[in-house]
């Protein structure tokens, strides 16, 4: 080997057609394969996988690393590459293949169980494999190393840099004031939003969600929508990011703002410096940020009155049913505030409380002060005390989510950070565009869109997340964003 960066380069584009060769598999798996093509699909994807690990852990290319990385004449972007890949294969190396193949079998065991168990509603059917794989996860976290609570070294996974001490100190900042609010919502009128549950005609839907696509931007030469069981974004390379949606023909919220949120995630995948093919500058920074995108689309966009102005005209010809429901009333029904039992069904402030009960669950597990037989008991008990419901059945409650049965630990308070994160960057983006309401009252999203490719798509992952923030706000994250859009947003909605 030459030792060179061209040379360090070329070998992880060639790992990136794997991965992104992977990525279709599993696409193709979520939207059209056949029953039967489970087992061979998952065969090809795990042949793959293997390939993928021992290309990336080979020691020549530990050695080129080593060697690059004490070299001198690097810019500050390729010494950043160097050092994020560094890192990552010295974590990769740490993990034998027994140990990878062990992990990969439990999760598929939990996984297994998962699906048993909610067919059957009954927690106790998944609880002895998801113990296991619980095991080998804490033995991840010591193998992986971490400073000061072996919960992250998992979150770090999702959202670098991220501590449980961070979190804890964001999470006990905003759960008082969130509670304080809804309090205050619930003691007024509430809104009624039974339309948005009539007959919506399906195709109608589809063409309506694409108009969406289409006017955030999303460029469907580099990409296609198709329909999945639950929605997703996967992207083959900035050139080639898919999207899936649902349709439900009794509830009209749920494709829309699905297209919108996943267009969001999209749109980041597409904006992607493409000359970085393959390196870490080449991919989205961490899941909070990633999720700061889709929901900033999402909620301070797509559920903002400025945005239906424009369209609701356009709704309402489609579905006429809507026609005697004024743009007031239809606006605080998309913004209803009410608790529930599942996570992906909440509204913008109860979501937090989700996440919140998950991540205080992860943590006792880790910290070993929570048992696997006391975590539905302890879901249940926290639902009661934070959200005022007890959940009723084991699929409405613990068995909602397939993150664990994944071995997902460290995952859902990415999506509370993506909030908060999408509510700083939104409200800087408001502040520097001049007009920004009134273009996006005529239907004109342009400028949206381009403020977040030159502040956050083009650099990829050349900064951490709180680095990024600091750039775009002047500051780390800080709750009072999303709490002050929070309070001025709802209480306008609900006259406090
Ligand atoms: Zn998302």
Redesign the pocket.
């Known amino acids: 080997m030459k030792n060179t960066y061209e040379e360090y380069h070329n070998h992880l584009k060639k790992l990136a057609d794997i991965n992104h060769s992977i990525a279709v598999l599993s696409w193709d798996k979520e939207v059209h394969l056949p029953k039967d093509g489970a087992n061979f699909r998952s065969r090809q994807v795990a042949t793959l996988s293997a390939l993928a690990h021992e290309q990336f852990t080979k020691p020549k290319f530990g050695e080129l690393l080593q060697n690059l990385s004490e070299k001198k004449g690097l810019n500050s972007k390729q010494s950043k590459n160097i050092r994020l890949s560094l890192k990552e294969y010295v974590k990769a190396t740490k993990f034998s293949e027994e140990f990878v193949i062990k992990r990969s079998k439990l999760v598929s065991a939990a996984f297994h169980s998962w699906i048993k168990a909610r067919d059957e509603n009954n927690f106790d059917l998944y609880a002895e494999d998801l113990g296991r794989l619980i095991e080998i996860k804490k033995e991840e976290a010591e193998i992986i190393g971490y400073k000061s609570h072996p919960y992250d070294a998992l979150l770090d996974q999702y959202e670098p840099g991220m501590t449980c001490s961070e979190l804890d100190a964001l999470f006990s900042n905003i759960k008082p004031q969130l509670i304080d609010l809804i309090k205050r919502i619930n003691q007024k009128d509430q809104v009624s939003d039974e339309f948005l549950r009539t007959k919506f005609d399906k195709d109608e839907q589809w063409e309506f969600g694409l108009e969406l696509l289409r006017q955030m931007g999303y460029n469907f030469d580099a990409g296609r929508q198709d329909i999945s069981t639950h929605p997703f974004t996967i992207s083959f390379s900035p050139q080639d990011v898919r999207v899936t949606t649902r349709i439900d023909e009794n509830d009209f919220s749920n494709m829309t703002w699905s297209c919108i949120?996943e267009g969001g995630?999209a749109l980041y995948e597409q904006g992607l410096p493409i000359e970085e093919y393959g390196l870490p500058t080449g991919n989205a920074i961490s899941l909070g940020i990633?999720?700061s995108q889709?929901r900033l689309w999402e909620n301070q966009v797509g559920r903002s009155k400025n945005y239906w102005t424009a369209n609701y005209p356009s709704l309402k010809k489609r579905f006429p049913q809507l026609s005697s429901v004024s743009l007031d009333n239809f606006y605080k029904a998309i913004n209803k505030i009410g608790p529930g039992f599942i996570r992906t069904e909440a509204d913008e402030l109860h979501y937090h409380f989700h996440v919140m009960i998950r991540y205080e669950i992860e943590k006792r597990i880790f910290e070993g002060s929570l048992s696997v037989e006391e975590i539905k008991n302890t879901w249940n008990d926290l639902y009661e005390e934070y959200l005022g419901i007890r959940p009723t059945s084991d699929i409405k409650g613990v068995l909602q989510d397939v993150h664990w049965a994944h071995g997902g630990f460290g995952y859902f308070a990415t999506y509370s950070l993506?909030s908060f994160y999408g509510a700083q960057f939104y409200a800087k983006a408001e502040e520097q565009i001049t007009g920004l309401n009134d273009q996006i009252r005529s239907g004109d999203l342009t400028l949206v869109k381009s403020w977040l490719s030159e502040n956050v798509y083009i650099h990829g992952r050349l900064y951490e997340a709180q680095e990024l923030c600091e750039r775009i706000s002047g500051e780390k994250l800080n709750v009072s964003y999303f709490m002050n859009y929070a309070k001025e947003k709802f209480g306008a909605i609900y006259g406090l």
């Open positions: 949120h995630h990633h999720e889709s993506g």
